[in-house]
């Protein structure tokens, strides 16, 4: 038996639901556009869009890839180092659990659109 597909929507908001959890900054490949700088947070102000820091929103048949940083920054104090927070395994553990279609990068994640576009590499 094999499982339906899920819409755009369903896809991208599964990945939002997920990047949500982890305070990690994000960027956008947009299908006729440029990549976004990387920004924090992502979300979904209304079904059907999605939004990266100051840009947005923009409907989600429009992305064809999120990419995330796996490490985070935390600012600890003037007088002691910044500290960085490696949160690739749980991103990984995540996205296993889910139907994202996803690959390790140097700087984390990619995850690319449900439905496969010429330009991915894993498709």
């Not at 755009?8 to 700088?37: G, M, Q």
């Not at 659990?97 to 996803?102: A, F, G, P």
């Amino acid at each position: 038996m094999q499982t339906a597909m899920p819409s755009t929507n369903e896809y991208w908001s599964a990945a939002i639901s997920i990047l949500r959890a982890f305070p990690c900054y994000c960027r956008v490949k947009w299908l006729h556009d440029d990549v976004t700088d990387w920004q924090h947070p992502v979300s979904s102000p209304v079904p059907g869009y999605i939004e990266v820091g100051s840009l947005g929103p923009v409907p989600m048949r429009e992305v064809e890839w999120v990419e995330v940083q796996s490490t985070e920054t935390q600012y600890r104090g003037r007088l002691v180092g910044d500290r960085l927070v490696d949160h690739s395994s749980a991103l990984r553990a995540r996205f296993a659990d889910s139907s994202l279609r996803y690959e390790s990068i140097a700087q984390g994640f990619r995850i690319y659109r449900a439905t496969p576009t010429p330009n991915d590499r894993n498709a």
